[in-house]
């Protein structure tokens, strides 16, 4: 089975700070990790996703994040947080193994609250 | 469309009726996920369609709840005799389908949002 936590609900930041989002992993075999972020009354939008090779991985409007095996850990951060970037942020993960299930599995959300 | 679109938005029926929600993927993404996001929950996975079958239902809830994808494209999902429970903001994506792995993201709908009465 493969599960994933965010231990925050929220997170509160001022802008121009640097900020985190937690979140960790189970899975039986390799993960492929995802983050999305949600606003309001809109979808899912796909920020960046972890397959293989550096741990750092770079995505949209200067995300990016780590991936630590040892942890099982994939963080999302940004060195300079925004206004606009306070929004409702998933974490995602799908087992590599070839009979785990395809659709991902996504933790509870952790709200970002960046302030002015 | 550029993207996956959903229709309708919101949907308010009354516990006991029948409805259908649409989903039309980003053309060309062979494979569709219908979600089912409770209000301050993450998404969570209802049912996935490789082509036209569904490959993997294990995320349905019970029988009132189908989905069909009769020509590998649009997919409905059908629930029968909605109860109160059922309220809640349906999603759809789609993806590319990568050869044996399946890694590639999903691109998401705006959801319907389902109100039972």
């Known amino acids: 089975a493969q599960s994933v936590a965010q231990p925050e609900d929220q997170v509160n930041v001022a802008e121009g700070n640097p900020l985190t989002v937690k979140c960790t992993y189970s899975?039986?075999?390799?993960?492929?990790l995802f983050w999305y972020v949600q606003y309001p009354n809109r979808g899912l939008q796909f920020l960046l996703k972890y397959i293989t090779g550096d741990n750092l991985v770079k995505g949209s409007y200067g995300f990016e994040a780590e991936f630590n095996k040892s942890q099982t850990s994939f963080h999302l951060k940004k060195p300079s947080a925004l206004v606009s970037d306070s929004a409702l942020y998933f974490c995602a993960v799908r087992d590599m193994i070839p009979t785990g299930r395809r659709a991902l599995t996504f933790g509870s959300g952790t709200r970002l609250q960046v302030q002015p | 469309g550029a993207g996956v679109s959903q229709t309708p938005s919101n949907k308010v029926t009354e516990k006991g009726k029948y409805v259908e929600l649409r989903c039309d993927p980003i053309?060309?993404?062979?494979?569709l996920y219908w979600y089912r996001q409770s209000l301050g929950q993450g998404p969570e996975f209802l049912i996935y369609f490789q082509g036209t079958g569904a490959a993997d239902d294990s995320g349905l809830p019970n029988d009132r709840f189908f989905a069909v994808r009769p020509e590998g494209s649009v997919s409905t999902l059908k629930i029968q005799r909605t109860e109160r429970g059922d309220s809640a903001v349906y999603l759809c994506?789609?993806?590319?389908?990568?050869?044996?792995?399946?890694?590639?993201?999903?691109?998401f709908g705006p959801g319907t949002r389902l109100t039972v009465l």
């Open positions: 899975v039986s075999g390799n993960p492929y």
């Open positions: 053309s060309g993404h062979t494979a």
């Open positions: 994506a789609s993806s590319l389908l990568s050869p044996g792995q399946g890694y590639n993201e999903q691109f």
